[in-house]
């Protein structure tokens, strides 16, 4: 079930690719042309603020999955978690090297986005580093960060302009493939092991977070990062992505897809 619902993921997201305009081609650029200032300096301001989002998007993660090692006890689910531990620490340390290549140590690349913090899009990322739970959490956390992971990575940054970034996104997805069949799996039997009305309930809190992982459509950001070829697709094609994907699979578990609002930030309708 979980493969051929990430088939289906797969060629909703080949199909998208190149919708919209861009104004350079992926792998067009590396760090020495960035350093150089052979770029626009715009595009290297830019390029900052989405590797320092996506830096803390993976930090997040691993922070996520070593609190789940001190709240699950199942043994089966804490050799996943300290795979995926591993994995997300590595997601890391890969993406703050592509900063350092540019000159920005990680404390200067956090510091940076404070802000963007409080923003609903980081709300299921320190869910589930600061405040998730046992075994339900961390399967909806999964659904909500690997699942939203794979899509961000495989549909924008595998595509990107910055080839030491579509690089580094090329190897990570390797492992998010991984983490989104996990999702996936688990969640097809959580019916069975938490009871339904539990399960909707979980869904009902981690849903809307999750769907706000992508950021509000049609940011200023946003469209200077797809006119630079950092991004392919707006964050809305992307969450409408991860909502028809996550509703075939709630339904194929026999669980109910909680309805939201029509607009970022999501909340339930
Ligand atoms: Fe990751
Ligand atoms: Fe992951």
Same mark, same amino acid.
């Given at each position: 079930?979980? +493969? ?29 042309? !960035?350093?150089? $200032?052979? !770029? ?38 804490? &050799? ?6 591993? #994995?997300?620490? #590595? ?26 913090? &409080? ?6 990322? @320190? ?21 939203? $992971?794979?899509?961000?990575?495989? +549909? ?9 970034? +579509? ?18 799996? #688990? ?11 539990? %399960? ?19 940011? $200023?950001?946003? !469209?200077? @990062?797809?006119?630079? $070829?950092?991004? %392919? ?27 939201? +609002? ?8």
């Amino acid at each position: 079930m979980a +493969s051929r619902f990430t088939d289906e993921m797969k060629r909703c997201i080949d199909a998208q690719e190149g919708e919209l305009s861009r104004q350079y081609a992926p792998l067009a650029f590396d760090a020495a042309d !960035v350093k150089s $200032g052979r !770029v626009e300096t715009n595009y290297k301001v830019v390029l900052i603020r989405l590797l320092a989002a996506h830096a803390l998007q993976e930090k997040l993660s691993a922070a996520g999955y070593a609190r789940a090692l001190e709240t699950v006890a199942d043994s089966q689910l804490r &050799r996943t978690i300290k795979k995926n531990l591993a #994995e997300e620490r #590595e997601h890391t340390r890969l993406v703050y090297r592509l900063l350092k290549e540019l000159g920005i140590e990680e404390a200067e690349a956090d510091r940076s986005m404070t802000l963007a913090l &409080r923003a609903p899009s980081f709300d299921a990322p @320190c869910y589930f580093a600061e405040r998730a739970e046992g075994e339900l959490d961390l399967i909806l956390a999964s659904m909500s960060l690997d699942t939203t $992971g794979y899509i961000m990575i495989s +549909s924008n940054y595998r595509q990107s302009s910055y080839a030491p970034h +579509s690089y580094a996104s090329k190897a990570i997805l390797e492992d998010e493939e991984e983490h989104d069949t996990f999702a996936a799996t #688990e969640l097809m039997d959580a019916a069975k092991r938490f009871g339904t009305d539990k %399960v909707n309930q979980g869904l009902r809190e981690w849903v809307p977070r999750a769907a706000n992982v992508f950021g509000p459509p049609d940011s $200023g950001f946003t !469209v200077d @990062c797809i006119r630079f $070829g950092l991004k %392919v697709q707006d964050n809305r094609q992307l969450s409408e992505l991860y909502l028809a994907t996550l509703e075939q699979r709630v339904r194929y578990a026999g669980l109910q897809m909680p309805r939201l +609002s029509t607009s970022y930030p999501y909340t339930l309708a």
